[in-house]
């Protein structure tokens, strides 16, 4: 069984968006792929086990904040959850970019 996870809006990093604007790009995830969508402000990785009517099931395979910090667990879901991740939610990984503040 999966979890219902209320997703994070994907924003300007959405993949429909993308795809509708470049859809020679395009194809449909499949048992085995890797997508993403954003909870709580982290990047989830999910590794697809079955895709159906635009929505990808499958295992958490990482949790990783928007500077590279990986978690087992966060909020309702950890690593290993079968989770349900709708097309219209997938969003590609956010990245913080902004240097590390070593106390100079």
């Known amino acids: 069984m999966h979890q219902h996870i209320e997703w994070d809006a994907p924003g300007a990093q959405s993949v429909t968006a993308y795809y509708a604007q470049h859809p020679?790009?395009?194809s449909e995830p499949h048992r085995g792929s890797i997508v993403s969508g954003h909870y709580q402000g982290?990047?989830?990785r999910v590794k697809v086990e079955a895709y159906k009517d635009s929505v990808s099931i499958g295992e958490v395979a990482a949790i990783i904040d928007t500077r590279?910090?990986?978690f087992?667990?966060?909020g309702k879901i950890s690593l290993g959850d079968m989770v349900r991740l709708p097309d219209d939610e997938r969003?590609?990984?956010m990245m913080d970019n902004?240097?590390?503040d070593?106390?100079?």
């Open 102 to 104: 070593d106390g100079d």
């Open 72 to 74: 087992k667990q966060l």
């Open 91 to 93: 969003a590609f990984e």
């Open 68 to 70: 590279g910090k990986r």
């Open 42 to 44: 982290a990047n989830v």
């Open 98 to 100: 902004t240097p590390f």
């Open 24 to 26: 020679e790009n395009y």
